[in-house]
Structures are given as structure tokens and as C-alpha cells.
């Protein structure tokens, strides 16, 4: 398989889009035969636009995983006058992207943890959606808990998928909490706090990893929150 990586922009084809939230879409990107990005789940590439005759450069991190060959995905909130995530929300399939990477970022590889809780509001999720895909697809020995935090229920991204996966894998578990749940809701509500993290991280040993990635507020509190709880700075990734 030839891996791709490269630091300067590379045209490449949009092949699908996929809406999963009223305001994120999977784009899908096509990439040569028996080829494969170099990347390790959480690594990101750069997506380069001229826009209003400005160069904007933004990273989007892949949602596929590092075995997915000829494509990887990219998922993408659209936010209100958002100038690159609006730039690729209006592409259309057989477009092309100015896109360079991989680049590295806060990723995992199998030996890190054993146990590795991550903490997304959001849109912060993608970096957790390839660590969770490859970890499953190569049968890592890690547990993995996801701790999801969204305004609404129609906010959650690939929501579906992260049950699938907790029916279907004693190795992973998703807990999700709305800042405005529904009446029938059997998550959590609110936010994140010490609490909740009291309640689900694990024990804060050599063996634990955490993942925090969300607006910054939340990233600010939790981070905090978590060195308060025991965690050595070392074990706490904000990718
Ligand atoms: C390492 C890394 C990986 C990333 N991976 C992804 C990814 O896979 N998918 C993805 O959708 N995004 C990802 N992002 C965020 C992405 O790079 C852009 O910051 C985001 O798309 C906004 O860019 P923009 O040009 O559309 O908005 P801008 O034109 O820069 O901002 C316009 C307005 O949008 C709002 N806004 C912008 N960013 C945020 C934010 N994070 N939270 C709340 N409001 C905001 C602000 O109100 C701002 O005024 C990642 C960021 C980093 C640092």
C-alpha cells in the first residue's frame, strides 16, 4: 500500500458528502488506488483556500482511519460566516480541494493507554472519530469511553454510529449529555463537570489517557478539572 503525506496543498477530488447534522457533513475525498494516508488517528491535515482574494489556511482532521485505502473523510461543521468551513460546505461532488498533510497532532497508537477516556463538546469530537474507528477495526488492547457534550440531541454527531459501537463492543462505552435535552432523554443533562468526570474517568494511573477536545471554555474548566482530579499533565491530550 503506498502511504500519502505530503507538505505542500495537493488537489484532491470530492467523491461524496454525507450530512449527519443540520450543520456537519462527512466530505469524502479520493485518493489513487492501493494508497493510503500516513497518518495516526488524531493527525490532521491543512486545507488551503483563496477566498475574497485573501489565503486561508484552516486544519480538519480525518475521520477515516490510516486502513482505509483509495479515500479518506474529513467531517466538517459548517459555523455561521465561517470562512473555510463555509468555503467547503458550498463544494459540490467532482470539486476539487487544495489539501496538504498529514500533520501531526494529539493522536493515539495502541500501547499508549490502556484506558482512554475522551471528552469532546461538539464539533471537538473528530479528532476522536479515527482514534475510535482504527481502535475497533484493529481490535486494540485499550477501553475507550466517550463523553459527548452537545446543546441538543439533533446536534450529536454521529450519534447512531457511537450506540452501534457500545452495543456491539465491550471495549467501548459512550456517555452523551445535553445542555437542552428532549423530555424522554436517558443521558445526561447539563455540562460536563467535576462530577461527571468523578463519576467516569478512570482511575488516574500511568495506564490512563485523556482526550479533551471543545470550545475553548470547556477545554479552559475541564482542563483544570481533571489536574485537580489526580491527572499528570502527561496524560491529558488536547489534540
Ligand atoms: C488541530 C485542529 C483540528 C481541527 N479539526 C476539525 C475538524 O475535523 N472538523 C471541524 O469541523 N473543525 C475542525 N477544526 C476547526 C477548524 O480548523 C476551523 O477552526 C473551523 O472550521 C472554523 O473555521 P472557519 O474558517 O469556518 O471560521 P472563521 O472564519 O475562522 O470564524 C468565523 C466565526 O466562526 C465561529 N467559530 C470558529 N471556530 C469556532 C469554534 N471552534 N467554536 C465556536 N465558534 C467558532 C466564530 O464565531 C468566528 O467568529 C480543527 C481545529 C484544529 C485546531
Redo the contacts with the bound molecule.
Keep these: 500500500m503506498k502511504k500519502i503525506k505530503s507538505s505542500e496543498p495537493v488537489s484532491y477530488v470530492l467523491t461524496d458528502i454525507k450530512k449527519l447534522t443540520h450543520d456537519t457533513s462527512a466530505f469524502t475525498f479520493k485518493l489513487p488506488e492501493n494508497s493510503a494516508l500516513d497518518f495516526l488517528p488524531g493527525d ?1 491535515m491543512m486545507v488551503h483556500a483563496k477566498i475574497d482574494g485573501k489565503d ?1 489556511v ?4 480525518p475521520s477515516s482511519t490510516p486502513d482505509d485505502s483509495g479515500f479518506f473523510e ?4 459548517r ?8 468555503y467547503v460546505h458550498n463544494k459540490k461532488i467532482g470539486d476539487e480541494l487544495l489539501i496538504s498533510g498529514p500533520t501531526p ?1 494529539g493522536h493515539f497508537e495502541q500501547g499508549m493507554a490502556k484506558n482512554v477516556c475522551m471528552i469532546a463538546g461538539g ?1 471537538g469530537v ?2 476522536m472519530i479515527s482514534i475510535i474507528r482504527t481502535a475497533l477495526r484493529r481490535n486494540y488492547d485499550v477501553n475507550m469511553l466517550l463523553l459527548f457534550a452537545n446543546k441538543t440531541e439533533a446536534d450529536i454527531i454521529l450519534h447512531d454510529e457511537f450506540e452501534e459501537y457500545a452495543r456491539k463492543f465491550d471495549n467501548f462505552d459512550s456517555v452523551f449529555v445535553l445542555g437542552n435535552p428532549p423530555d424522554n432523554w436517558s443521558g445526561l443533562s447539563g455540562h460536563i463537570d467535576e462530577n461527571v468526570l468523578r463519576q467516569h474517568l478512570p482511575s488516574p494511573t500511568e495506564n490512563s489517557l485523556i482526550f479533551l477536545c471543545g ?1 475553548p471554555m470547556m477545554e479552559y474548566k475541564l482542563r483544570q478539572a481533571i489536574l485537580a482530579l489526580g491527572y499528570d499533565k502527561s496524560r491529558l491530550v488536547i ?1
Design positions: 490532521h486561508v484552516r486544519p480538519y482532521t474529513m467531517i466538517i461543521k459555523y455561521p460566516d465561517g470562512l473555510l468551513s463555509g497532532g464539533a473528530t479528532p470550545p489534540p
